[in-house]
């Protein structure tokens, strides 16, 4: 509610400026979610060839290297003050022409109604509160999301209804950043590279540690190696890892070793990449490296890895996370939601094969 009293305080100021809004042929793309969002957002980036963004600081280190974007707002610099907030609505005000809404919680609500642009495509989702309506009053169009419906080509929708997800490809930095200080070990070529990702954002989308053994176990004779990414403070995650598998010659940690910049061409480098619903899978799928995804409770329907890829879900449990509405805590146990049973491990093991037969362990001939 505090935005819309912030917007009405906003409004004689934005009427009086429109008299004077001039034609620039300018764009401005709102989301503030964070790595796959991202991601799931650059075929938009690339329609349109040229945008401004307001983005959250997390995605920063990707955003600055895509040559799709030109001037960047980071939401959480102007989070400060009520001051600051009212500062930047001032400044995006008169400035665009095309406005795309992506991620219609309040605060971008706010900005995107704030601004004076002779079109305003806002996304609507099952979580709209009524005191939103006065913000969306403001839009020239509203494209509708549903839980059953892809993220990512309503995103497109918001420029272009005809387009679809397979108008455009998605990328993760353009072009691919390659930093000359990459982990030698990724440029192996005699093993099978699999890139894991041990947690995730959401600590209740992580995989246990026991379905990461059954995992290891079954493919112990193909000659794997995985590579665990992730972010300096997900090191205890892999400690209680080592904990349940054991020591493990092919098991390589980059934990804390490859820049934001540089994952995506790090990632690129995989021939698998198996994680839960979290950004490097979005990243993997952007690279053309097919993808297990483990999903856990969440809703595939809404969003997922387009790509080459392999669902793992659970038996007989609806999804209960959202792309707007991520719980962080679930009535069934990690254990359950997570489970690789028999036949979701031989499924791994024959999509991992059909890819890379040269590595196959050849029969035993018997006499």
Sequence with gaps: MNYVFLFLIMLPCKLLRKLR?????????????KIGDFINITPLLTHLKHSDALLSRAVAPLARNDD???????IEDHKTSTLAKLKLAFRLM???ENVYLLHPNSVNLFYAACCNAGNKQFLSMYRRRWYQE????????????????????????????????ASYPKHATQPLVKPADTPEELFCTDKIKIGISISAGNQAKTIPPAIWKSLFDRLSELPCLFYVFGSPNELNYLNELNKVVGERDNLVNLIGKVSLEGLPYAISLMDFYVASDSGNVYIADSQNVPVILIYGPCCVEEQR???????????????????????????????QLFALDQ???????????TRKPQFIPKEKILP
């Design 21 to 33: 809004h001039p034609k620039k042929k300018r764009n401005l793309v709102i989301q503030t979610a």
């Design 68 to 74: 799709t974007l030109d001037d960047i707002f980071y």
């Design 94 to 96: 008169n400035r665009y």
């Design 134 to 165: 006065i913000f969306y009053l403001t839009a020239s169009g509203v494209v509708e999301h549903e839980k059953s419906t892809l993220t990512l080509e309503n995103y497109l929708k918001l420029a272009d209804r005809s387009l679809t997800k």
């Design 305 to 335: 890895p387009l790509g080459d890829v392999l669902l793992m879900g659970p038996d007989h449990i609806a999804p209960t996370s959202f792309v707007f509405h991520a719980l962080y805590k679930f009535n069934h146990p990690a254990e």
């Design 343 to 353: 036949r979701k491990l031989d499924d791994i093991y024959d999509f991992i094969c």
